[in-house]
């Protein structure tokens, strides 16, 4: 029995009113003689149970809980009228019997470990640096994206922070392909991949993979964070004496992974080459290594100088690991990356081929990882390399061998969200489109920014407390929901608001998130460009000396130039599903779930 269960009846017991759970918890812990606590001590203060207590004590080395026919006794010693029936509803003899069952606890428990304490604790510490995580009830409409309901289902807001980038969570063509595989193949995918879990829908969805980056193979993972691990964890296990450098703001799994490999680490300071090469250096040439990095990291948009990166490790023997999860459905004319997209043209010369191309940056890399999960709207993550290397990991990586294989229902939606965003680039250029007007209308206002080339629209603010009440401030009073990031996410000081636009959000809902963030800045009086000019910067904001952000995709690729460019929804305007690539991700399993499509999916309105 738990101390603080005893609150329950603080409605009706004077002293357990007037009580918290902490001072229970300290009287509980705190003696007033060799073997009674001072909430036991308390508890035999009470004319109901005090006289009782006693006697118990005396009788017995521990205290018990007392049953019926001893509160039947106590109460008819004070002439109180007792009903068998309405015994568990006293609540002095309830209170009193929890108490007594705390004092055993405490006993039976003397000189262990206070679990309990420790708990709290550690929350305490999480609420005291302000980096608690509240997790916001945001429930998103498939048709009416890109709004949600919060707990309330009459209550909606507008969503600017959803990792559903593309909308493809919702995209017609692949919902109605996973409710036919759903209707076909059923729920769940039966077991492993080894046991009963391997079916033709992985194989074709891994076969897409493969063939998206140019790669001998692919695998894939319940997640990317499975993914990242596993695959870091194996292959710098096995390599033998392997060195993994790794960037100082790698994700989360990418850092696990390496440390279940057992291997030893070098961290190298984020996207500096002169760093990385002179810890490189220092390993010599025949030592195993793999440099481990993403392509665009999440929380700042900042993207690595992958090609560079290629050509140290092509110096030193190294191997590369590249992490593509934020950039998968995003960069490239296939969606393939922002390694794909770095060789723009000779992968758009040749999209229809698997073949790589030769000396190509995505050609260089060994490894590349990603998700389902994000650009491509459904869950799940991914390897891609050579076959070889692809086979050590499903081989040897318990978190491929011991994991549930995903419900073919998913794996299908995948696949299908794949093949039309490898046929279709309307959506992530218009994303890209709508991600320049926030922030060139954000910086209109002295709105901080972290600069970046990216889709990503870091909004500084520099305080946990600030970030979590400007955060709440948008979602109470302008019903828009952008979620604050705190430490360990980013560093003490740099927390931010993380903003990311999608082709469906219209001019109208720009405008708005715009006029609202200058408002919240107003009035908890944050800190503009201006104001962070003025101290020396921070994370690239108002910081002396810098240089203008190149984004990813140049004006010719966006169709800027040519006037092909999308464009921005508008006055109510929805977008619509590109026949042709509807046709194509459905060819992709007809052998599987047959040739009827259903409803006429181009047809249906789409973001």
Known sequence: ??????????????????????????????????????????AMTCPMMGPKLASISQARTYASVA??????????????????????????????????????ETARTAGRFDYQQFYDAELQKKHKDKSYRYFNNINRLAAKFTIAHTSNVKDEVNVWCANDYLGMSKNPVVLGTMKRTLDRYGAGAGGTRNIAGNGALHLSLEDELASLHRKQAALVFSSCYVANDACLATIGAKLP????????????SMIQGIRHSGAKKVIFKHNDLADLEAKLKAVPKETPKLIAFESVYSMCGSVAPIEAICDLADKYGAITFLDEVHAVGMYGPNGAGVAEHLDYDAHLATRLSSDPVKG?????????????????????????GSSDLVDVVRSYAPGFIF???????VVAGAQASIAYQREYKGDRRLQQLNTREVKRQLNGLDIPVVPNPSHIIPVLVGDAALAKEASDMLLSNHQIYVQSINYPTVAVGEERLRITPTPGHSTEQITHLVESLDT??????????????????????????????ENVWSDAQLGLDDGSAPKRLANGAKGVVRDEAVEVAQKRLTHLL????????ASIPYV
């Open 67 to 104: 049953g019926n026919r001893e509160v039947e006794e106590m109460h008819k010693q004070k002439n109180v009228q007792f009903n068998n029936a309405e015994a568990a509803k006293c609540p002095h003899a309830q209170a009193a019997r929890e108490a007594a069952v705390n004092v055993v």
């Open 520 to 549: 919240v800045f107003n009035k908890l009086e944050l800190k503009r460009i201006s104001d962070w000019k003025a101290i020396g910067g921070r994370a690239g904001v108002g910081a002396p000396n810098t240089v203008p952000v």
């Open 594 to 601: 047959g040739a009827d499509a259903g409803p006429a999916l």
């Open 241 to 252: 004496g392997c060195v993994i450098f790794s960037d100082s703001s790698n994700h989360a």
């Open 1 to 42: 029995m738990q101390v603080t269960s005893l609150l329950r009846y603080s409605g009706v017991c004077p002293f357990l009113g007037h009580s918290t759970a902490g001072s229970l918890r300290s009287m509980a812990s705190t003696n007033v003689s060799s073997n009674v606590s001072s909430l036991t001590a308390k």
């Open 403 to 409: 994991t549930t294989s995903l419900p073919p229902a």
């Open 360 to 384: 190509s940056v995505m050609d260089r890399i060994d490894i590349i990882t990603g998700t389902l999960g994000k650009a491509y709207g459904v869950v799940g993550g991914y390897i891609a």
